[in-house]
């Protein structure tokens, strides 16, 4: 089975001279097609880090990061964006909705940027609303309108919109109460289960950890354990095929 990420011998550092920060240090890891991957650690730790990393949004100082088997640091600017546009979503914290457009708006603005418009784009945002449990009710209303719980939902819609093989979610649970954090992590086992999504979701919560296939603990920049195989899920995906990122010139 290929790998959709890699990272080898990966550090990241920040600032120069004797103000030099290090964030990480020395990290190798991949990730396999459908498997869904929790990386845990205190704050300060790297965890975000390395999701900007993987997402193409910085470079390492040192070390390889390949997405799709391709060296992000080899990539154009344009190659990123196209990258970040049809291979990744992405689920914050933070939901990252834009304020001043409805909730259909919000998952139809991705789509458009993939040249899916119309007839099409609105049934194609509906069936992705409906696959979160946003009920129609809500799809005319502002992000301000809704509540934590629903606001996830609909980014996770907008993050399927483009149909990518990787999904990064940055503490997808952190402002949700316990019973909508459970169900936007249910949600993210769903994605992984029925679509063969490989899932990198940073974490500081333990219960949301065991959703995970496997678990990485970072300590300091380094990977401190690994608990999990991928060979032998909890959470067994379906059978799927995951069509590598191509760069625009191939």
Request: glycine share 10%; proline share 4%.
């Amino acid at each position: 089975m290929s790998l959709v990420v890699e990272l080898e011998n990966v550090t990241k550092e920040y600032g120069s001279g004797g103000a030099v920060s290090r964030a990480l240090a020395d990290v190798s890891l991949g990730v396999e097609e459908g498997e869904f991957v929790s990386v845990m650690g205190p704050s300060g730790c790297g965890k975000s880090t390395l999701l900007n990393l993987v997402a193409g949004l910085e470079l390492p100082s040192s070390g390889r990061v390949l997405v799709g088997g391709h060296d992000v640091a080899d990539m154009s600017d344009r190659e990123l964006s196209d990258l970040r546009l049809r291979y990744i979503g992405f689920i914050f914290q933070s939901f990252n909705l834009l304020p001043r457009l409805t909730v259909e708006q919000n998952v139809s603005w991705r789509l458009g940027l993939i040249g899916v418009t119309g007839r099409l784009a609105r049934d194609r945002t509906a069936a992705l609303l409906e696959s979160v449990r946003v009920p129609p009710s809500a799809w005319t209303r502002h992000p301000s309108e809704l509540s934590g719980g629903e606001q996830q939902r609909v980014a996770a819609a907008r993050a399927l919109a483009t149909e990518p093989k990787l999904l990064l979610a940055d503490e997808p649970t952190g402002n949700l109460d316990s019973r909508s954090g459970r169900m936007i992590l249910d949600l993210l086992r769903a994605m992984n289960e029925k679509r063969n999504m490989s899932i990198v979701m940073v974490t500081h919560d333990t219960f949301a950890g065991t959703y995970g296939h496997r678990t990485v603990r970072l300590k300091d920049g380094r990977i401190l354990s690994e608990a999990g195989e991928r060979e032998a899920p909890a959470r067994k995906p379906e059978e799927g095929q995951v069509v590598p990122f191509r760069r625009r010139s191939e």
